[in-house]
């Protein structure tokens, strides 16, 4: 009994209970942006698939650290709950594999969604360059 294994049990122990906090925090959050659609439009609930697609940008390369970042410009296919299509940046560490997602802009057409991440992209990629 090692301690990969100790931690793989207080995990299954734990799941349950992180899983209904999720659920609970998601509940919470559908009550507010039914409240103000409008106030709570760059909420992260789905409403239907969650899918979404990515403009590949150039990435970062942090010499002084020697960090490098996969950078894409991304937007939702699907609204969220409030009704809007999402749009945000997404960097990813190619080191370890951590990421962030910032940036988040919400919009009414899918379109104007998917031309904010492609211009989005060819500003940071004129900005690296």
């Known amino acids: 009994m090692g301690e990969d294994d100790y931690r793989e049990r207080i995990e299954r ?8 906090m999720e659920l609970e925090a998601q509940d ?24 979404y697609l990515r403009w590949p940008a150039k990435r970062i390369v942090d010499d002084e650290q020697e960090r490098v970042s996969e950078v894409h410009f991304c937007y939702s296919t699907g609204r969220n709950i409030a009704g809007y299509f999402l749009a945000w940046r997404e960097v990813v560490e190619l080191k ?28 940071h990629n004129e900005k690296i360059s």
Not at 28 to 51: C, Q, Y
Request: proline share 3%; aromatic share 6%; net charge positive.
């Open 28 to 51: 919470r959050e559908r009550k507010l942006v039914e409240a103000d659609p409008k106030k709570h439009s760059t909420t992260t609930i789905m409403a239907g698939k969650s899918n």
């Open 13 to 20: 122990r734990l799941q349950p209970f992180l899983q209904r």
């Open 96 to 123: 370890g594999g951590v990421g962030k997602r910032d940036r988040w802009v919400a919009f009414k057409k899918r379109r104007v969604a998917r031309d904010w991440a492609e211009r989005a992209r060819d500003i």
